[in-house]
């Protein structure tokens, strides 16, 4: 787990950001507790200039950012639709009531997709 950790900390430290980076899964092999240090240093890189995409089904790395960046994929008929939790008027109540967006991701209140 820290060896993955620093590996990520040195990528994310880079001088000169890329313009995208796309990480899977950052929670396999990796501390619970450390994923939102994680998700803190996600978004440090983002405001560096470089985007970020993370494919994650974590609870806890959910819980870590806030609701306009979480994103979910459905695929209908072959054609991908986004959906920006943020644009939900149930989750934003819910979470503005004290509810965690991962918690809400295993009850399934992100339309279409079971955890």
């Known amino acids: 787990g820290t060896m993955k950790m620093f590996a990520y900390l040195i ?4 001088p000169n950001p890329h313009p995208l980076l796309c990480v899977e899964e950052p929670e396999n092999q990796l ?14 890189y983002s405001y560096r200039g470089g985007q970020v995409f993370v494919s994650s089904h974590s609870p806890d790395f959910i819980n ?15 054609i991908t639709q986004i959906h920006r939790a943020a644009d939900s008027e149930i989750l934003k109540n819910l979470v503005a009531e004290g ?4 918690y809400l991701w295993n009850q399934g209140w992100f339309e279409g997709v079971a955890p």
């Open 11 to 14: 990528l994310l430290f880079d």
């Open 31 to 44: 501390y619970p507790t450390l994923l939102k240090e994680l998700a803190e240093e996600f978004a440090h």
């Open 64 to 78: 870590a950012v806030p609701l306009a960046s979480i994103f979910w994929l459905i695929k209908s008929q072959g």
């Open 99 to 102: 509810d965690l967006p991962g």
